[in-house]
C-alpha cells in the first residue's frame, strides 16, 4: 500500500510539472502578439494563472516528498518544452537533444529507485 501511495504522488508531481510546463508555451505565444494586445493579455493572463496555480499545488506536492526529489523531476520540464517546441512551434528536435532528454528521464528513473534495489529488477 505505501508503494501505491509514493506512486500517486509521483504521477501528481509529474502531472504538476507538465501543468508548469504550459506556462512555457503561453508565454511564447504571448510573445508572438503585440504588447498589451488581446492575445497577448490572454495568453500572458494564462502564464499567471498557471504559476499561481502551480504555487499551491507545489506547496502540497513537497509537504509529501523530500524536496531534493521534487526538485530533481522538475526537470522534466526540459522534456516537455522539446516536445512543446516541436508540435506547436515547429522547432527542430535533434539527435543531441533527444539523448539529453534520455539521460534527464533515466536520471529521474535512478534518482526515483528506492535505496539498494539499483540493481533488481
Do not use: D
Not at 80 to 109: D, H, M, N, T, Y
Amino acid at each position: 500500500m505505501m508503494r501505491a501511495k509514493k506512486g500517486g504522488i509521483y504521477l501528481a508531481l509529474h502531472a504538476l510539472v507538465l501543468f508548469y510546463s504550459l506556462s512555457a508555451l503561453c508565454s511564447k505565444k504571448a510573445a508572438s502578439y503585440p504588447f498589451a494586445s488581446l492575445g497577448w493579455l490572454l495568453f500572458y493572463g494564462a502564464v499567471i494563472l498557471i504559476l499561481g496555480l502551480y504555487a499551491l499545488f507545489w506547496q502540497q506536492i513537497i509537504k509529501r516528498l523530500p524536496l531534493s526529489t521534487a526538485y530533481m523531476n522538475k526537470a522534466a520540464t526540459v522534456v516537455w518544452g522539446l516536445v512543446f517546441g516541436s508540435v506547436f512551434f515547429g522547432e527542430r528536435v535533434s539527435a543531441p537533444k533527444l539523448f539529453g532528454a534520455a539521460l534527464i528521464i533515466a536520471g529521474i528513473v535512478l534518482y526515483a529507485l528506492p535505496e539498494g534495489e539499483e540493481g533488481h529488477a
